[in-house]
């Protein structure tokens, strides 16, 4: 059965400094999706990033990196250079391609303090 | 504007009294799904569908229902709510279950 394990519930730093949320995953299919999502305190629920279980390149979006590793099923997600509207919760959410649901992690608060 | 709209957005209901709550999207998506969102459980899937009058049941469907009678409507029923279903419930759409989805802003629901 697919799983997603957000281990870090809560995570404060301060603004400027880098911060890495954590992603386990545990599948049975060959081909799956990976995603993050954001959450900011307004509430709504806003896209990141897809990954599929092929590509293995990390990808960068500005302040914004990912590094997936089958090797040890993990979509991690880099923050560099935070700033206070990072501030969110974040979660991370799995797709196999052999089931339609999509599973989601608990997610990961993040604080950036001023 | 592409979008999902979810209402009511709030409502406080009493256990036994039935409630609807509709989903809309006008992105052509096939894919919709159900979410509630409970603090510490994250979000966890009630019901899902890839098209019209194909639905499945996610990780926690006990008292809901669901119907996709049309491609844009996904409404939520709770036949008979009780106080366990307190909760925020998102709908969300995407193109075949790229997995990309369009979250509509959420319902607070409040049954007691």
């Known amino acids: 059965a697919q799983k997603v394990t957000q281990a870090q519930t809560e995570i404060s730093v301060v603004e400027k400094e880098d911060v890495t949320l954590d992603c386990v995953y545990e599948?049975?299919?060959?081909?799956?999706?990976l995603f993050w999502y954001k959450q900011p305190p307004s509430g709504e629920l806003v896209f990141l990033i897809r990954?599929?279980?092929?590509?293995?390149q990390n990808e960068i979006s500005g302040r914004y990196s990912w590094n997936f590793q089958k090797s040890t099923s993990s979509f991690n997600f880099t923050i560099t250079a935070s700033q206070v509207v990072d501030s969110a919760v974040y979660f991370c959410?799995?797709?196999?391609?052999?089931?339609?649901?999509?599973?989601f992690g608990k997610g990961t608060r993040l604080h950036i303090l001023p | 504007e592409a979008q999902v709209t979810q209402n009511p957005r709030y409502l406080i209901t009493v256990t036994g009294k039935k409630l609807t709550v509709t989903c809309s999207q006008n992105?052509?998506?096939?894919?919709m799904s159900w979410y509630r969102q409970d603090p510490g459980l994250g979000l966890r899937q009630i019901y899902y569908?890839?098209?019209?009058?194909?639905?499945d049941k996610g990780d926690v469907p006990e008292g809901y229902k669901v119907s996709r009678k049309e491609k844009r409507n996904f409404p939520l029923i709770l036949e008979s709510p009780s106080p366990n279903q307190t909760s925020l419930y998102f709908c969300?759409?995407?193109?075949?279950?790229?997995?990309?989805?369009?979250f509509g802003e959420g319902s607070r629901l409040t049954v007691l």
């Open positions: 959410a799995l797709s196999e391609a052999e089931d339609d649901k999509i599973i």
């Open positions: 569908s890839m098209n019209v009058e194909v639905t």
């Open positions: 992105m052509n998506h096939e894919y």
């Open positions: 599948t049975r299919d060959t081909t799956y999706y």
């Open positions: 990954r599929n279980s092929f590509d293995e």
């Open positions: 969300a759409s995407s193109p075949i279950n790229t997995g990309e989805l369009f």
